[in-house]
């Protein structure tokens, strides 16, 4: 079992304040792993911190290397897809555009026709809305908008920060969909943050859980999800 | 009439430098919401070099693009040098330093080449032509210059990867990073292009108002009334919005003597073009902060 991603005693800091006092964990290749916790857990702040988003201490390795301290495009040009909270589309540019900045770092043209020819097969609905402002999507496209930017990268690994925030169930249910193709077909690993934990259960195939900071629990999806105390006390359902 | 057509024509060539100092100023703000106060002085610096070109016996032609290029590299160095560490730094440290570097290039101008007025002779060739009486060849190819440049850089942004790397990294630096963007180098380019606008402006300008350190003052305060009039975060917009504080100072100035004359009454005059810039900067302000074509910046609070 290679791990792809592994992390240390991880701390994190905003500012003078710390967010994240001790979290280790490790992300097999091609598996899909997701965090768990309530609000302010620090989930997103994990995310952030593998992509050098915050300041950290401790140990972030991908295939080994170390890769804390390294600024974020750097870490982006690594392999590594980061789907933020809150989407981050560029709402001025075209769906098009938005693509092709995701795709600005290759060279390999041929591939990157590739992958954007991917992309609409997953998400069709991007194909009619390619030359429409990115910031006149609905909710759920831009979300499609954000992970397929994400894929234009061409990562090994995709980091999701709540994908399913703020959208409706049946749309939630096609992006999941989606997400387990992409793992599979293009093999694309896959660290998730979700507040909806049995949705991510579902999903995933490890777990860990976080309380202020700290992972307080993991294992397989399937432990997790049948561990009462742990759903009741942290996952709420 | 024709005096009115001769205005207007005027303040087409005048507009077309105030509209590339406006599409500088605007270059430095979309991507980092400072307004460069030291962008005149850059430009005058800039004219004083190809001077200094043309001196030596280049031609003018040859001398823009150098000086464009090493004006390119001066904005790039001043972005990565003097304001990569300010990063951070509260807006008004920002503006001291933009002051200072004011301050800098003046009489950094004034010590290599002296206060005493220069002229560099226009590089367009003295032709006449219908409506020779209305316009000069060097107000004409300000235009054409102005245009060509815009179409350009338009082009730029448009169709290159770089291009819209760099609108991306202005419109949205977080996401910009995210997808492997080196947003850092995106300013400093933002700073060596609009360095390089200035430097036409600066070299189309020297020879209609004469090479002196003080030569960009006024027409900076011009080419803000612009970019403020066609909106700070629009490009397009400080282009048409620099034509027409170009037109406008020229057209009501015309209509304050022409009042003078039938009336006798002073009100407005040739004298009066910096006041009438200001009052444009001043009612755009007030009236519609985010200009003609801006957009207006909506936060969730």
Known sequence: MAALLEAEGLKAYYGQTQALHDVSFALELGGITTLLGANGAGKTTTLRSICGMVRTEGSIRLDGRPIGGK????????????????????????????????????????????????????FPILKARLNQQAGTLSGGEQQMLAISRAL??????????EPSFGLAPLIVQEIFRIMRRINS????????????????????????????????????????????????SYLGY | MEQLIQQIASGLANGAVYACLALALVMIFVSTDHINFAQGELAMFSAYLVWQALSWGFNFWLALPVVALISFMIGVAIERLILRP???????????????????????????????????PSPFPQFSFVGSGYIGP???????????????????????PLGLAMRAAAQNPASARLA???????????????????A???????????????????????????????????????????FIVGVLENVIAYLGNLLEKSSGVYIIGNGEKLTVALIIVITVLTLKPSGLFGKVSVKRV
């Open chain 1, 71 to 122: 600024a974020t495009e750097d870490i982006i040009r690594l392999g590594v897809g980061h789907v933020p909270e809150g989407r981050g589309t560029f709402t001025n540019l075209s769906v098009d555009e938005n693509l092709r900045v995701a795709a600005y770092t290759r060279k390999d043209k041929a591939a990157v026709a590739r992958d954007l020819a991917m992309v609409f097969e997953y």
């Open chain 1, 152 to 161: 234009m990268l061409s990562p090994r690994l995709m980091l999701l920060d």
């Open chain 1, 185 to 232: 077909e293009a093999k694309v690993s896959m660290l998730l943050v979700e507040q909806n934990a049995a949705l991510a259960l579902e999903l995933a195939d490890h777990a860990y859980v976080l309380e202020t900071g700290r992972v307080v629990m993991s294992g397989k999806s399937s432990q997790v999800k049948n561990n009462e105390a742990i759903r009741k």
């Open chain 2, 86 to 120: 300010l990063h951070d730094a509260p807006v008004l440290s920002v503006v001291v330093v933009f002051i200072g570097l004011l301050a800098i290039f003046h009489s950094l101008a004034g010590a290599i080449w002296g206060h005493t007025i220069k002229a560099i």
């Open chain 2, 138 to 160: 060097h107000q004409i190819g300000m235009i054409v210059v102005t245009l060509v440049l815009l179409l350009a850089l338009f082009a730029f942004f448009r169709f290159t």
């Open chain 2, 180 to 198: 492997g963007v080196r947003v850092d180098w995106m300013l400093a380019l933002g700073w060596g292009l609009a360095a390089a606008i200035g």
């Open chain 2, 200 to 242: 036409v402006a600066g070299s189309l300008v020297a020879p209609a108002v004469y090479l002196e350190p003080n030569m960009m003052a006024s027409i900076l305060l011009y080419g803000f009334a612009g970019a403020l009039v066609g909106g700070i975060s629009s490009p397009g917009g400080a282009v048409a919005g620099g």
